[in-house]
C-alpha cells in the first residue's frame, strides 16, 4: 500500500498549507504590519527633506486641509498641508506655481502609497513669485476690477482723509507733513502691519472697516482713502498683491488712493484703487490742493467780480443817460389832456342847467295825473276785495296734524334706531379707547384696549391673544333659551 502513494514534494519546493520550517527567522507579517514597517522606515529617513517641484490638482478640503502634488518632468508626489500650516503660508497655492516644500515623507498605508507632510512652502525663485503675480492680475482683470469704468473722481476738497498704513513708519508722517503743507484737514489713522504674516487680512479689514462706518457715527466716516507703505522688494510689498486686499479695495464705497512703494513698484492694488501715486507723498498731494493757491485764486475772482459789477455799473449809468435823453418833457405828455380838461370843466355847469330844466318839465307834466281821487278809488276797491275773503283755519289744523303723527312715526323710528336702546336687551357697544366704534373681530384684536358699554355703564377690557373656543353644548343648556332678539 506504501508504494501506491505520491512522493512527499521536496522542502523547498511550493507547498499547499504554509509551515513553519526548521532554521526558518522570517515569520509572516500582516499587511498593517508591514505597512507600519515602512511607514516608520521612511519617516525616520526622510524626517526631513526639500522638494522643488509644479504644484498640481491643488484642493482646499472644507476641514482647511490642503491637498497637492509636486510634479517635474519625470516624475510626481503626492502632498498634504495641515490646516495650522496652511493658515500660515505667505501665499495660496495654485496650478502650475514653481514651488520649494518643506516637510517629511510619510505613508498613507490605506493606499500603500507615499506623500510629502508639508510644513512650509516658498516660490521657487524670483520667477516663479512674478509668474503667480502675472496669473493673478489676468484673473483679477478678467473679472472686471482694473476696469477704467470702475475708477470714480477723487473729492476736490476732502474734509476727512482715512490711511491705511502702519502707525510707526515714514509714510504717515510724509503724508501728515504734506497735508499741513498744502492744505490742512482732519486725518483718521488705521494702523495696520503693511508686510509679514497677517498682514493683507489686517489692510482689507481696515479698507472694509473705513466703508463700513456710518455718515453720522461717533466716528466720522471720510471723504477719501489713502493705502500706502514705503518702498521695499517685492516679497516687502506682496501684502498689497494679495487677492483680498484688492478685492477689498475695488469694493470701497469711498475713493480710494493707492501709493505703496516707490515710483517703480507696481502692485495690484494700484491696478485696484481709483488713483495710482508714485509715493506717499504724492499721494497727499493728490488728496488736497494747495491752500494757498485756492486763496490766491479766490483773490482773483474777488477781483474779476468788483472790476465786472463796475463796469456794469459804468454801461448801465451810460445807458441809463442815453435812454433818459429820449424821454418827453413831464408838462408836454399831459398838456392835451389838461386842455380837455379845461374845456369839459367850462362846459359841464351848462349841461347841468339844462337838465334841470329838461327834469322840472318832465315832473310838471307827470304831476298833472297823479290825483287824490284816484288813489282813494284804489284804496277801496283793495278793501272791498279783503272784506269778501273769509279766513278758515281748518287746512291748518289738518296741516299740524298731520305733521304730528308724522314727527311721532319718525321718533319712535330713532329711539329703535339709538346706539344705546338695544344695551338694555343684554347687547354690548364696543368701543376703542378713545370713542371709536369697532364693528369687526380683526378690529378689536387691532385696538387692544378695549371700552364695553352696557345698560348701567361702561367697563373697560383688553383682548388677549389666542382664538375663541368653540361653542359646545352642555348639559345645563336648555332647548328653549330665547334667541338673540332683532335690533329693529
Same mark, same amino acid.
Given at each position: 500500500?506504501?508504494?501506491?502513494?505520491?512522493?512527499?514534494?521536496?522542502?523547498?519546493?511550493?507547498?499547499?498549507?504554509?509551515?513553519?520550517?526548521?532554521?526558518?527567522?522570517?515569520?509572516?507579517?500582516?499587511?498593517?504590519?508591514?505597512?507600519?514597517?515602512?511607514?516608520?522606515?521612511?519617516?525616520?529617513? &526622510?524626517?526631513?527633506?526639500?522638494?522643488?517641484?509644479?504644484?498640481?490638482? &491643488?484642493?482646499?478640503?472644507?476641514?482647511?486641509?490642503? +491637498?497637492?502634488?509636486?510634479?517635474?518632468?519625470?516624475?510626481?508626489?503626492?502632498?498634504? *498641508?495641515?490646516?495650522? %500650516?496652511?493658515?500660515?503660508?505667505?501665499?495660496?497655492?495654485?496650478?502650475?506655481?514653481?514651488?520649494?516644500?518643506?516637510?517629511?515623507?510619510?505613508?498613507?498605508?490605506?493606499?500603500?502609497?507615499?506623500?510629502?507632510?508639508?510644513?512650509?512652502?516658498?516660490? @521657487?525663485?524670483?520667477?516663479?513669485?512674478?509668474?503667480?503675480?502675472?496669473?493673478?492680475?489676468?484673473?483679477?482683470?478678467?473679472?472686471?476690477?482694473?476696469?477704467?469704468?470702475?475708477?470714480?473722481?477723487?473729492? &476736490?476738497?476732502?474734509?476727512?482723509?482715512?490711511?491705511?498704513?502702519?502707525?510707526?513708519?515714514?509714510?504717515?508722517? /510724509?503724508?501728515?507733513?504734506?497735508?499741513?503743507?498744502?492744505?490742512?484737514?482732519?486725518?483718521?489713522?488705521?494702523?495696520?502691519?503693511? %508686510?509679514?504674516?497677517?498682514?493683507?487680512?489686517?489692510?482689507?479689514?481696515?479698507?472694509?472697516?473705513?466703508?463700513?462706518?456710518?455718515?453720522?457715527?461717533? *466716528?466720522?466716516?471720510?471723504?477719501?482713502? *489713502?493705502?500706502?507703505?514705503?518702498?521695499?522688494?517685492?516679497?516687502?510689498?506682496?501684502?498689497?498683491?494679495?487677492?483680498?486686499?484688492?478685492?477689498? *479695495?475695488?469694493?470701497?464705497?469711498?475713493?480710494?488712493?493707492?501709493?505703496?512703494?516707490?515710483?517703480?513698484?507696481?502692485?495690484?492694488?494700484? &491696478?485696484?484703487?481709483?488713483?495710482?501715486?508714485?509715493?506717499?507723498?504724492?499721494? @497727499?498731494?493728490?488728496?488736497?490742493?494747495?491752500?494757498?493757491?485756492?486763496?490766491?485764486?479766490?483773490?482773483?475772482?474777488?477781483?474779476?467780480?468788483?472790476?465786472?459789477?463796475?463796469?456794469?455799473?459804468?454801461?448801465?449809468?451810460?445807458?441809463?443817460?442815453?435812454?433818459?435823453?429820449?424821454?418827453?418833457?413831464?408838462?408836454?405828455?399831459?398838456?392835451?389832456?389838461? %386842455?380837455?380838461?379845461?374845456?369839459?370843466?367850462?362846459?359841464?355847469?351848462?349841461?347841468?342847467?339844462?337838465?334841470?330844466?329838461?327834469?322840472?318839465?318832465?315832473?310838471?307834466? @307827470?304831476?298833472?295825473?297823479?290825483?287824490?281821487?284816484?288813489?282813494?278809488?284804489?284804496?277801496?276797491?283793495?278793501?272791498?276785495?279783503?272784506?269778501?275773503?273769509?279766513?278758515?283755519?281748518?287746512?291748518?289744523?289738518?296741516?299740524?296734524?298731520?305733521?304730528?303723527?308724522?314727527?311721532?312715526?319718525?321718533?319712535?323710528?330713532?329711539?329703535?334706531?339709538?346706539?344705546?336702546?338695544?344695551?338694555?336687551?343684554? +347687547?354690548?357697544?364696543?368701543?376703542?379707547?378713545?370713542?371709536?366704534?369697532?364693528?369687526?373681530?380683526?378690529?378689536?384684536?387691532?385696538?387692544?384696549?378695549?371700552?364695553?358699554?352696557?345698560?348701567?355703564?361702561?367697563? /373697560?377690557?383688553?383682548?388677549?391673544?389666542?382664538?375663541?373656543?368653540?361653542? @359646545?353644548?352642555?348639559?345645563?343648556?336648555?332647548?328653549?333659551?330665547?334667541?338673540?332678539?332683532?335690533?329693529?
Amino acid at each position: 500500500m506504501n508504494e501506491l502513494l505520491p512522493a512527499e514534494p521536496p522542502n523547498d519546493g511550493p507547498r499547499l498549507l504554509a509551515e513553519e520550517q526548521p532554521g526558518d527567522n522570517a515569520p509572516a507579517l500582516s499587511v498593517s504590519e508591514l505597512s507600519g514597517v515602512l511607514k516608520r522606515q521612511v519617516e525616520e529617513t &526622510f524626517g526631513h527633506v526639500r522638494v522643488r517641484g509644479e504644484i498640481s490638482g &491643488f484642493k482646499r478640503h472644507g476641514s482647511g486641509h490642503c +491637498y497637492l502634488s509636486l510634479k517635474d518632468d519625470r516624475a510626481c508626489i503626492d502632498g498634504v *498641508i495641515w490646516k495650522g %500650516q496652511a493658515a500660515a503660508m505667505r501665499f495660496r497655492p495654485e496650478d502650475g506655481i514653481e514651488v520649494i516644500a518643506t516637510g517629511k515623507l510619510t505613508t498613507y498605508p490605506g493606499r500603500s502609497k507615499y506623500q510629502i507632510v508639508i510644513d512650509r512652502m516658498e516660490l @521657487a525663485g524670483q520667477g516663479a513669485l512674478m509668474a503667480l503675480l502675472d496669473q493673478r492680475r489676468r484673473m483679477l482683470a478678467a473679472e472686471g476690477l482694473f476696469d477704467e469704468a470702475r475708477k470714480r473722481p477723487l473729492p &476736490f476738497m476732502p474734509r476727512i482723509i482715512g490711511v491705511v498704513t502702519s502707525p510707526t513708519g515714514a509714510v504717515i508722517r /510724509d503724508i501728515l507733513h504734506r497735508l499741513a503743507d498744502r492744505c490742512p484737514c482732519h486725518v483718521l489713522l488705521w494702523p495696520v502691519a503693511v %508686510q509679514g504674516e497677517g498682514a493683507a487680512a489686517q489692510v482689507a479689514r481696515a479698507v472694509r472697516g473705513f466703508a463700513a462706518l456710518p455718515d453720522r457715527g461717533a *466716528i466720522p466716516r471720510p471723504d477719501l482713502l *489713502i493705502v500706502g507703505r514705503g518702498g521695499g522688494s517685492i516679497e516687502d510689498l506682496w501684502a498689497f498683491n494679495e487677492e483680498e486686499v484688492v478685492r477689498a *479695495i475695488a469694493a470701497s464705497s469711498i475713493p480710494t488712493i493707492s501709493a505703496v512703494g516707490h515710483e517703480t513698484d507696481t502692485t495690484l492694488a494700484d &491696478f485696484a484703487a481709483d488713483r495710482r501715486a508714485p509715493t506717499p507723498t504724492a499721494a @497727499a498731494e493728490m488728496a488736497v490742493p494747495v491752500r494757498a493757491d485756492l486763496s490766491h485764486h479766490v483773490r482773483e475772482l474777488g477781483a474779476r467780480v468788483e472790476r465786472l459789477t463796475r463796469r456794469y455799473a459804468d454801461r448801465a449809468n451810460e445807458r441809463y443817460d442815453a435812454v433818459a435823453t429820449r424821454f418827453p418833457v413831464l408838462e408836454s405828455l399831459f398838456a392835451g389832456h389838461q %386842455q380837455r380838461l379845461d374845456e369839459i370843466g367850462g362846459r359841464l355847469p351848462r349841461a347841468l342847467e339844462r337838465r334841470i330844466a329838461v327834469a322840472r318839465g318832465d315832473l310838471a307834466h @307827470a304831476a298833472g295825473a297823479l290825483r287824490p281821487a284816484l288813489l282813494f278809488n284804489k284804496l277801496d276797491r283793495a278793501a272791498d276785495r279783503l272784506s269778501a275773503i273769509r279766513l278758515s283755519d281748518t287746512p291748518i289744523r289738518l296741516r299740524m296734524e298731520q305733521g304730528g303723527a308724522t314727527l311721532d312715526r319718525l321718533w319712535r323710528i330713532a329711539e329703535q334706531l339709538h346706539p344705546d336702546k338695544p344695551l338694555a336687551r343684554g +347687547y354690548v357697544r364696543v368701543e376703542k379707547r378713545g370713542g371709536v366704534v369697532l364693528t369687526s373681530a380683526a378690529a378689536a384684536k387691532a385696538a387692544a384696549l378695549l371700552t364695553l358699554h352696557f345698560a348701567d355703564g361702561a367697563v /373697560d377690557a383688553r383682548v388677549e391673544n389666542g382664538t375663541r373656543p368653540a361653542y @359646545a353644548k352642555t348639559k345645563d343648556d336648555d332647548e328653549t333659551r330665547p334667541r338673540q332678539q332683532d335690533l329693529f
